[in-house]
């Protein structure tokens, strides 16, 4: 949780530039705002970090999902392929769309596999909804071919990977769209706060007007700006921009103590025998929020997280039984539990989401814990983490 730990001067700042002009919207005021553009500089500075050719803020992660999903062209009836291992946002984006999603099985890698996605696609299959988890990418080189063969459209959902790259490319950029978050949670927060990006004019421009009533922002006279398509609003604020860029500015430091943290603890966890890791097909580019090991069995994991509890571990999740990260607790979702009717009442669900088999994506979060990097850790305190997680790991798999 790298970005809440260094939450200071330099955000305060960005905050003090907004607050003294008052100017909290994002578009038009050009006087009031004295050259302070915080949504703009947020965006220049995902460009610069990514190397997107666009970038667009806006208000959440599950906002630029959707945003993604909208630019990319994908709406009512679309098959969507997607994990069962996700924040739920992911699957909700594609609900909210009026698309269908269909699930398939991840591997060790913690995304969707090229096999899995192979597996569910049929005629009706639109696009691939890809989630580049904890912290690393997909496995590219295997995905890509699948989209390819099938002539999918890849909208990545990267909420949880801003700082991945694979084999020097970044996270996001390797399907039509795709999408950040900055949520309180991530490697750079803006308190609320997500990011859109793509290589492709056109989806930017849909982007741009559909998170903001289908404005075309051309000119400076808002109210009579002209609206190419039906938008809503998923805008930004100036605060939370402000927030977000000082933040921009910290990833490559933030990353670097990820990256060292990460590989101090994996050092020391590799020592006891019977856990194996994440098996990351760039490992270099990963962004490191996040050290993932399994457990011999899906017990054996169970088990450990409760020894952790007791000795006072702190920092691991079990998504197995997480409410909000794995399908196995989603039956709001398995029923279609709605505040209002969405398209997939009317069109119908594309699988039995009560009768899903994916026995891989059981297997591998059922032995899965995620220990959360964090960057501001001394040698001291990883040495104690590491030694109670190796204590506790050990009385159950001996
Ligand atoms: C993969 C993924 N997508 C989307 C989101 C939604 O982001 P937000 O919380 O900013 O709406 C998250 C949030 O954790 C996420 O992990």
Redesign the pocket.
Known sequence: MPGMELFGAEERKEIMDVLETGALFRYNHDEMRKGHWKAKELENEVENFTGAKFAHAVS??????ATALAAAGIGHGDEVIVPPF??I??VEAVLFAGALPVFAEIDENLCLSAEGIEKVVTDKTKAVLL?H?TGAAADMDSIMPVIEKHNLTLVE????ALGAFYKGKSVGLFGKTG?F???F??ITTAA???LFITNDENAYKLADSYSDHGHDHIGNNRGMENHPIIGFNYRISELHAAVGKAQMQKINMLRDKNRANKQYLKEKLSQIKGITFRPMPDPEGDSATFLNFFLPTTSDAGNVMKEFVKDGVQGCNYWFTNMYHFINQWDHLKNLESAAPLAIHHLGAPQDYNNLQLPKSQEVIGKLISLGIKATWSKAEMDMLADKMIIAIKRIIG
């Open positions: 959440s992660g599950s906002t630029a999902v996700t924040y946002a992911t989630v988890m959902d990267a909420g949880q999408s978050s900055f949520d949670f991530k609320e706060g997500g």
